[in-house]
T-cell receptor, first 114, second 112 residues
């Protein structure tokens, strides 16, 4: 049973470009969470999605950031017009349908904005 | 919203000694408290968790205690080994499916 997968593992973008980060949850998991970790800091919640629904986006900046989890395919976190302050590690986590608390984390995507 | 504070931010112990990391949370509705270990450049890995209906849980050298009245929980690592060196994060959550709120992390160094 493959774990949570994220790609790319490393992404370099210039200011003003778009970044697309992908997350494939563990098989059988329908809850996906995105967290951001700035250098030398803890993880901050961004958004929580279930298939085709955004459940909680209270941690996501209102502008330039969006997320989706389509019926088919991975969850995608999209950052438009990236700025240097977006440089961070972005982790996604997944959990099963219901009744289980544990969130399993992917390896992360390290975004560097030049 | 929930706020989780974690102390200390750094901790250095001699190999074989015990290490204790403490966290407090603000929302009395929180009922799930996991601990994650993160090695440099790696993903956070769950090492132990506890639910609010339990006061203590142990797994080999690792134990977690929870005091719901005081709203704090602690991670205890006994007989520390160099491979325990990492950053440890506590977290809290209100209900199944809800987001995790993380503490700021403790960098543990185990001196051989």
């Amino acid at each position: 049973n493959a774990g949570v997968m994220q790609n790319p593992r490393h992404l370099v973008r210039r200011r003003g470009q778009e970044a697309r980060l992908r997350c494939s949850p563990m098989k059988g998991h329908s809850h996906v969470y995105w967290y951001r970790q700035l250098p030398e800091e803890g993880l901050k919640f961004m958004v929580y999605l279930q298939k085709e629904n955004i459940i909680d986006e209270s941690g996501m900046p209102k502008e330039r950031f969006s997320a989706e989890f389509p019926k088919e395919g991975p969850s995608i976190l999209r950052i438009q017009q990236v700025v240097r302050g977006d440089s961070a590690a972005y982790f996604c986590a997944s959990s099963p349908l219901a009744g289980v608390d544990t969130q399993y984390f992917g390896p992360g995507t390290r975004l560097t904005v030049l | 919203g929930e706020n989780v504070e974690q102390h200390p931010s750094t901790l250095s112990v001699q190999e074989g000694d015990s290490a204790v990391i403490k966290c407090t949370y603000s929302d009395s509705a929180s009922n799930y408290f996991p601990w994650y270990k993160q090695e440099l450049g790696k993903r956070p890995q769950l090492i132990i968790d506890i639910r609010s209906n339990v006061g203590e849980k142990k797994d080999q050298r690792i134990a977690v205690t929870l005091n719901k009245t005081a709203k704090h929980f602690s991670l205890h690592i006994t007989e520390t080994q160099p491979e325990d060196s990492a950053v440890y994060f506590c977290a809290a959550r209100k209900s199944s499916g809800d987001k995790l709120t993380f503490g700021t992390g403790t960098r543990l160094a185990v001196r051989p």
